[in-house]
């Protein structure tokens, strides 16, 4: 996965709450195995509706969901997050996120911006008001800005996680910085147990 340290664009609002994962990707598109080709489905039942936020252009192009509490509540398919990654989110930001989906995220790539909900209001309407404003998202510092509107709010993300994701490391990646352990550990099994092939 790539490091993931500042996130720059334009906010998509969509203005809903308790939205689940059979919402964000319904099961239809479960069928496949690859982890790409997700995009087209989020969503899929809404962007029938011509005035979904999705169909909008104003909102095309956008790297960041903004949406209202409960993200992601529900069962606990990585597909929601694939999903949202495949069509060019690059974080999501809510009130409230289910926990299983939030650890999804984090395990992905997906930064997951979690916000008091007076401060998620606040950017609900002003992306709302105007799609252009572009939003700052700092991994570091642990904060989300849009000085255009005077916004200026720190979320919280525990170390661990900060430093997985500026580092870019998926659970593979995490694995694999003890590659020298796990090859001395290797050397020095019994010739009677079962090798790797």
Excluded at 21 to 37: A, F, M, Y
Excluded at 88 to 103: H, L, Q, T
Excluded at 123 to 129: F, Q, T, V
Excluded at 163 to 176: A, N
Aim: glycine letters at 8%; aromatic letters at 8%; a negative charge.
């Amino acid at each position: 996965m790539k490091p993931v340290r500042v996130i720059q664009g334009r906010g998509v609002p969509l203005d809903r709450s308790d939205v689940d994962t059979d919402q964000i990707i319904p099961s239809d598109w479960l069928k496949r195995v690859e982890r790409t080709g997700f995009g087209r489905g989020l969503f899929s039942e809404w962007r029938d509706e011509r005035d979904f936020v999705l169909n909008k252009p104003e909102y095309a192009g956008a790297a960041i969901l903004v949406t209202g509490p409960n993200f992601g509540t529900g069962s606990s398919r990585e597909h929601a997050v694939w999903a949202l990654m495949d069509y060019g989110f690059e974080a999501v930001v809510s009130p409230r996120f289910g926990d299983i989906f939030r650890n999804n995220c984090t395990k992905a790539g997906l930064l997951p911006v979690q916000v008091d909900p007076g401060t998620g209001r606040a950017i609900l309407d002003a992306l709302i008001a105007d799609p252009a404003l572009e939003i700052t998202i700092d991994v570091e510092r642990g904060t989300i800005e849009i000085p255009e509107v005077r916004i200026d709010a720190a979320f919280p993300l525990d170390e661990f996680t900060r430093s997985r994701l500026m580092e870019g490391l998926d659970d593979i990646g995490l694995t694999e910085r003890h590659e020298s352990d796990i090859a001395a550990f290797e050397a020095r099994r019994a010739e009677w147990m079962p090798v790797a092939r």
